[in-house]
Each structure stands twice: as C-alpha cells, then as structure tokens.
C-alpha cells in the first residue's frame, strides 16, 4: 500500500480563503497581538508566519518583539495593555520564555476571552468539560481537521496520541474523544510504543524525535498525522519515518506541508472566533 498524502498546505490555504471572504465583510477588523521574547530562530519563523497570515487576511496584526532580557514584570505589564486594548481580540505569548519568565504566570496573566493559542486553564478545563467556547486548541484542531479531510470517519475509532505534552499531545487526545475515539496517550514511559501504536486506526506523533515512528509500527491503511518538527542536517523533518510509513498508512501528512500551515490557520480562525463571539468567564 502507498498512503494517500494530506495536503495541509493546501487545507490550510483554503481556510485562510474562507476567512478572508468573511473579514471583507465585516465592519470590524479582527486584530492578533503576538508577543516574542528573544530570538529563538524557530519562533521568529512560527511569528513571521503568523503575521504574514494576518495582512494576507486582512486582520489587523501587531508583533512586539522584545529583548531576551526583558523582566517579568514589564512582560506582565504589556500582556495587560494588551488585555485591554479593543482593537485586540486575540492575544499570543510565543512559547518557550527564557528561564528568567515564569511560564505559568505569563500564560494566566492572558486574558481567556483573547486566549487564540487555548493555553489558559479557563480554556483548557472549558476542552475537557466539554464546554463550548468556540475556540480550540491550533495544532491539535488543526490535526482533527486533517483526519477529517481524507474521509475516515472518527467515530468508533483507536486513536494513539504519541506524546502528552499540554500543547499538543493531550489536547489532541481529549478532541479525539470528543469524536468518539476511543485513545490512548503515550509518552517516554509507556512500556511498548511499537504495539500502542500498531493497534491505531488513527495516529498522532508529537514527540521532537526524528523518525520515531515506524512503517512497521502503523497499521495497514491508518491515518498518520506527524507534528513533529525536527532539523537533520538542515532539514525539517517529522516524527514519522515518511517513507516507511507510506508503505502502511492509508493516508499521512507530510512535513513540511501537513500540520504546520494548519496550525497558523487554526490560530486565524480563533482570532476571528474571539472578535465575533467572545467568550467571557470571567
Ligand atoms: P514536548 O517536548 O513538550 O513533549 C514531547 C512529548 O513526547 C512528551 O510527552 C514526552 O513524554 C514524549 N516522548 C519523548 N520521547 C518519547 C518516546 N521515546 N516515546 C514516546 N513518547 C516520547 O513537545 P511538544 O508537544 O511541544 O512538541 C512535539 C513536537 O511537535 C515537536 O517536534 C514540536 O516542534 C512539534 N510541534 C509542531 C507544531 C506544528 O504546528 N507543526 C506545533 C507544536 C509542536 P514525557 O511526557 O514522558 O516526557
């Protein structure tokens, strides 16, 4: 078998079309804050993209780009201009922060009602209750919007998660049970990845380890979806072993070209999501 591949690229820029019809009508420009702390090469990639997002859409987008020894306080003091500023609706922190900047305290000082990236816990416990706030977390909605898109149906499904880190891994596994998959989550302890994953009608790599998973892993026909982002020699590459891989899965994303445009797409249509229709929980 050679696996059908998912275009994310291709998903992602019909998204970004959709959204630009819908801003051309609106009378209010939906507007993206993105703060980078430092020059982390990969971040300054991830930002530049978001921004150029913006300007093709037409939403109104402003980056700060601050001094990696900016304090915490300053930080602090920005977020709640920030929170504060209507022309604002969606408001991001680029992740990692120096050491310096307690992570957890940036990531509650961002007001849920503008939270795009769902990183606050008022947005996290809202996913796992089931509550309806209209956003969802990028990487993870974006994955979901990729298995969706080749036609297998969820429903009734094995899902494996590979990794369960609160951005990707976990997140991804409560959006798979709430499409009636029942899933998995595997992590560095779990005793036997490769029969985890074997089992998996659906799966998830996010790791940061190149060529973890596979062919001989994946069950025949599967949906594989790789997250992973990782330089070898210069290249970016996935979690997946693509080309074994192919041999099993019914369908795979590719990387680059799968998940990462989907989750800048994802992030435009919660910024869109937060000027129509804020939620407010507090
Ligand atoms: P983290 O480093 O936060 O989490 C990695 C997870 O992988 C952890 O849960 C860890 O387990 C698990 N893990 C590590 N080694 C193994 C192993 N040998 N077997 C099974 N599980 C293992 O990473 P992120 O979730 O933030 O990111 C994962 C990957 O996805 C990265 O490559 C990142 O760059 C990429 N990414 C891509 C995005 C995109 O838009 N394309 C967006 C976000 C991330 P444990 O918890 O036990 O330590």
Known sequence: MTAQIIDGKKIAQNIREQLKLEVSKLSVKPGLAVVLVGSDP????????????????????????????????????????????????????????????????????????????????????????????????????????????????????????????????????????????????????????SAEVRQADIVIAAVGKAGLITGDMIKPGAVVIDVGTNRVNGKLTGDVDFVSASQAAGFITPVPGGVGPMTIAMLMKNTMIACLNPFNPL
């Open 42 to 193: 990969a971040s300054q990639t991830y930002v530049n993209s978001k921004e150029k997002a913006c300007q093709e859409i037409g939403f109104y987008s402003e980056v700060h780009r601050l001094p990696e020894t900016i304090g915490e306080s300053e930080l602090l003091a920005l977020i709640e201009k920030l929170n504060q500023d209507p022309k604002i609706h969606g408001l991001l922190v680029q992740l990692p922060l120096p050491k310096h900047i307690n992570e957890e305290k940036i990531i509650l000082a961002v007001n849920p009602a503008k939270d795009v990236d769902c990183f606050h816990p008022v947005n996290t416990g809202a996913l796992f209750s089931g509550f309806d706030t209209g956003i969802l977390p990028c990487t993870p909605a974006g994955c979901i919007e990729l298995i969706k898109s080749t036609g297998v149906a969820l429903s009734g499904k094995k899902a494996v998660v590979v990794g369960r880190s609160n951005i990707v891994g976990k997140p991804a596994a409560m959006l798979l049970l709430q499409n009636n998959c029942t899933v998995t989550l595997c992590h560095s302890r779990t005793a036997d990845l």
